[in-house]
């Protein structure tokens, strides 16, 4: 059958497994919107209003479900907008492909009409980038593409698509269906030498992370860290991946470290690392482990084999997948029971915090939270002091979710929202925004809107970017500028895309404002009265300030 390279590219996503595509139309892949015309039900295209939208809803959908979230863009400002999802997806190892138009091979090199050298662009941003020169290859590319973004350390992978590789027509078959690759399993030597680490630590940690576990291989961790019972630290926003209500989980190690999880780092003698890119975040800045060799003994496990060795020399390195590895472990048997209740303990006083200053306050909000959303739930949030409270003081189950960017990426929680509510639309996915973080990505309650996958949305509208106002009142203390916000009616912006929409003015007020947003069907907007001053959950904004300047009186 002769077909165009459009219409082949859609067969082969379609054989690939892949369901869900996010995109922003343009003229350059004209042939491949044609050939989606005809796939409703089997690879639906979710229409977006920005491609930094549309590359994070990918990311988020990667993330959430395992399999690559596909995404559709134009050339030159489309990809570039696009970009910020590409990075997201890399630094959350979350498994994700981008498809960008690019001008025809006729035209290559001159600077043509929004042309880029992608290779160029996203060759250190990417897993791969890579470009069409054959239309007969595009099914070799987008195999190798589906296969890149899944193994090993998942990631993402662009592909550029030459207008004329897409109208060209070819003989050339689709694809038959995905490769069945299966995970690199610990061998005998190497989890013996590990388990005998193990064994004689006095006090051991096991942190974990990443985004590819399966239920099957996070059941098999849990099993042996409580039958084991070492205490588990999660990595960065990965605090989803193991059930925080097991009495061995302790924590995240992530931004705004609590102190108990960041001397348990620095006081362990052996830590097993599990699916842990080892970033900035769980390292509090590389200084809990020494670079390159650690004072603790480490033993780090990872499905990609470049991983291991690239900041800390381990004690042992093991290239095996997350799954694997956690299936072959048998329990071990040590003295450090007291190290790991004291760590539990540490652990569950997180929750308590001070009543906080103005009209809604968030550690009351969050405790009915807990006690109020379905086990299933799916949370996410961009980027923001207000990110503490689905991050910090939430309890994630076995079957909830936490989609939130490693890479700090404001206007991350919309679209991962919707990228949800894609996915599963039954199940209730709650967006945590602040109002800055909001207005990044505002506009995508249109394409929820269109979609039909409308979430909730918390805006913490506080009236400030919160995080640069933090470090600016601790740096420059009583010298404000640049971080005072002027906002729009939220509620009136939400109502016209459709929503459910209501300001909440008090901490008593929520429950019931909340019910209603849940019963909507429409989603909903909450508008949510922050002071300023709960920046933080120990430390209020003039504490802060005051702090700093006593400081700099102490210094002069």
């Not at 291989?217 to 926003?237: K, N, T």
């Not at 109020?372 to 979710?401: C, H, S, Y």
Request: hydrophobic share 45%; glycine share 10%.
């Amino acid at each position: 059958m002769v077909r165009n390279g459009g219409r082949l590219l859609v067969e082969c996503l379609i054989a690939l497994g892949a369901t869900k595509s996010f995109g922003v139309p343009g003229e350059s892949y004209l042939a491949v919107l044609d050939a989606l015309h005809d796939t409703h039900g089997k690879l639906d295209y979710v229409l977006c209003r920005n491609e930094g939208g549309a590359a994070f809803m990918a990311s988020a959908y990667g993330k959430l479900t395992g399999t690559p979230g596909i995404c559709f863009v134009t050339r030159g400002p489309g990809v570039t907008n696009a970009s910020i999802g590409v990075h997201t997806a890399m630094q959350d190892s979350s498994p994700m492909i981008l498809f960008v138009g690019q001008v025809g091979t006729d035209m290559k090199g001159r600077e043509a009409f929004q042309e880029i050298d992608y290779r160029a662009v996203f060759g250190t941003v990417a897993k791969w980038a890579v470009e069409i020169d054959d239309v007969s290859r595009l099914p070799e590319i987008v195999a190798r593409a589906w296969t890149t973004a899944l193994t090993g350390r998942p990631g993402p992978v662009v592909i550029a698509l030459p207008e004329d590789m897409l109208t060209t027509l070819t003989e050339a078959p689709p694809l038959g269906g995905p490769a069945a690759i299966f995970e690199p399993a610990p061998s005998a030597d190497a989890l013996a030498s590990a388990l005998g680490l193990l064994a004689g630590a006095e006090r051991p940690l096991l942190l974990m992370g990443g985004a590819n576990w399966t239920t099957e291989g996070r059941a098999a961790l849990q099993s042996f860290a409580e039958a084991s019972d070492i205490p588990v630290v999660a990595a960065f926003r990965y605090q989803d991946q193991f059930d925080n209500h097991a009495p061995v989980f302790v924590g995240e190690a992530g931004v705004g470290m609590v102190a108990h999880v960041r001397n348990l780092i620095r006081e362990a003698d052996v830590i097993l690392a599990v699916n842990v890119r080892f970033g900035e975040m769980t390292t509090d800045g590389y200084t809990l482990l020494s670079v390159p060799v650690p004072r603790q003994k480490l033993i780090h496990v990872h499905g990609s084999d470049r991983e291991i060795g690239k900041i800390y020399v381990p004690t042992i390195g093991i290239h095996a997948g997350p799954n694997a590895f956690a299936k072959a472990l048998t329990p071990v048997k040590g003295t450090w029971a007291e190290w790991r209740a004291a760590a539990r303990k540490a652990y569950e006083g997180t929750f308590a915090a001070p009543v906080q200053p103005g009209p809604v306050d968030m550690v009351a909000v969050s405790a009915w939270l807990r006690e109020t959303l379905p086990a299933d739930v799916i949370l996410t949030n961009g980027a923001g002091n207000f990110t503490v409270w689905p991050n910090k003081f939430f309890k994630f189950g076995p079957e909830a979710r936490l989609l939130a960017p490693q890479s700090g990426a404001m206007g991350y929680g919309l679209p991962a929202a919707v990228a949800a509510k894609v996915a599963f639309p039954q199940r209730t996915v709650v967006c945590f925004a602040g109002d800055g973080d909001f207005q990044m990505n505002c506009q995508e309650l249109g394409t929820a809107m269109q979609a039909g996958a409308q979430p909730i949305v918390l805006i913490l509208n506080n009236g400030i970017y919160g995080t640069i106002r933090a470090h600016q009142e601790r740096h420059y203390p009583a010298r404000v500028s640049g971080t005072s916000l002027e906002n729009p009616d939220f509620v009136t912006l939400a109502k016209a895309y459709g929503f459910h929409a209501e300001r909440v003015e008090s901490t008593a007020d929520f429950g019931a404002a909340f019910g209603r947003a849940l019963g909507s069907a429409t989603g909903a907007v909450l508008d949510i009265a922050i002071s300023p001053e709960a920046l933080t959950p120990r430390q209020t904004l003039s504490q802060m300030r005051d702090a700093a300047l006593s400081s700099q009186k102490a210094k002069a």
